[in-house]
């Protein structure tokens, strides 16, 4: 269990995300006095019934920052809005809000302050705006005198491996990729980064450091094809967005809509940077077992593999 040196509520904004709910579960597990702040208080249904405390709020709105702040002994930061346009675009969300919320914090007398970003493949990714906004509130928190810990994951799971590419093909038999489906990228469970985050949250040596987070293996999409293949007993239909024609959209719809525009853009970057990861510097710091994509396929959507 941490060890509780005052107030011991720890706030958890975007608590009802894949993230910051798997970061609650476990904290409430090991007795901790949880605050979920969440726009909308219906999606944490299931966290208030085991235990936490769930507050409205929104990143957008300071006072509603203030407000869940009192007495939180530390706060992490799980929410973002890659996908927003209008009020809720990423320069909106993901950079005033996140930076608002670190002052406050700060103004809160927060103990440490534990801000989820992205894994740095390379100055390429600050041309796309989530990312360069996720590492300009990484300076923003480094300054802010708060005690901090930075995460940084890679591509989780349940978004880019299930619910981009898997769950067609498990629902419709068919897959979109971009590209040729070929460049290895890496894929992390949101409840390794939850069970990272916890023990280092409850380890001062933490303080000050950037996690990088990621799983054991290296897959293409193809990769991912193939095992939802496997697992779900069906042959997919593959469609493949050549390149160009995606980095075309991208820039059509950015005046249009923003967050579908960064998306498609970050597609980019998946079928044509390197995004392999060493998981052993981690594995040397945190000796925990890391999911496979196989292994949570199996135990998320219920299909056995086949021998």
Request: glycine content about 10%.
């Amino acid at each position: 269990m941490i060890e509780k040196t005052r107030n011991p509520v720890i706030l958890i904004v975007g608590g009802s995300g894949a993230l910051g709910g798997a970061i609650a579960r476990r904290l409430l597990r090991s007795g901790e006095f949880v605050r979920v702040m969440t726009r909308n208080p219906a999606r944490a249904a299931g966290l208030s019934a085991a235990g936490a405390e769930v507050v409205q709020g929104d990143l957008l709105d300071r006072e509603s920052l203030v407000r869940a702040c009192k007495g939180a002994w530390h706060v992490i930061a799980a929410a973002h809005s890659m996908l927003g346009r209008g009020r809720t675009a990423s320069v909106h969300v993901d950079g005033r809000g996140h930076r608002d919320l670190i002052d406050v914090a700060a103004a809160a007398g927060v103990s440490r302050f534990m801000y989820t970003s992205v894994y740095d493949y390379g100055p390429v990714y600050r041309d796309v705006p989530f990312f360069r906004i996720k590492f300009e509130v990484e300076e923003h928190l480094k300054s802010s005198g708060l005690n901090y810990t930075i995460l940084r994951p890679t591509a989780f799971m349940e978004t880019h491996a299930h619910e981009i590419i898997g769950a067609s093909i498990l629902n419709s038999g068919r897959a979109v990729l971009f590209g040729r489906g070929e460049q290895p990228r890496n894929f992390v469970a949101a409840d390794d980064v939850a069970q990272i985050a916890v023990l280092a949250l409850g380890d001062p040596t933490f303080s000050g450091q950037t996690v990088d987070i990621g799983g054991e293996e290296n897959l293409t999409d193809m990769d991912v094809v193939r095992l939802y293949e496997r697992l779900g007993g069906r042959k997919a239909t593959v469609f493949r967005v050549p390149i160009g024609v995606l980095r075309a959209a991208a820039a059509l719809i950015r005046p249009v809509h923003p967050g579908v525009s960064q998306v498609m853009s970050s597609g980019v970057l998946a079928a044509t940077v390197d995004q392999r990861f060493d998981a052993r510097p981690l594995l040397q710091r945190f000796p925990i077992k890391l999911k496979r994509l196989e292994e949570w396929v199996t135990q998320r959507v219920g299909h056995v593999a086949s021998t």
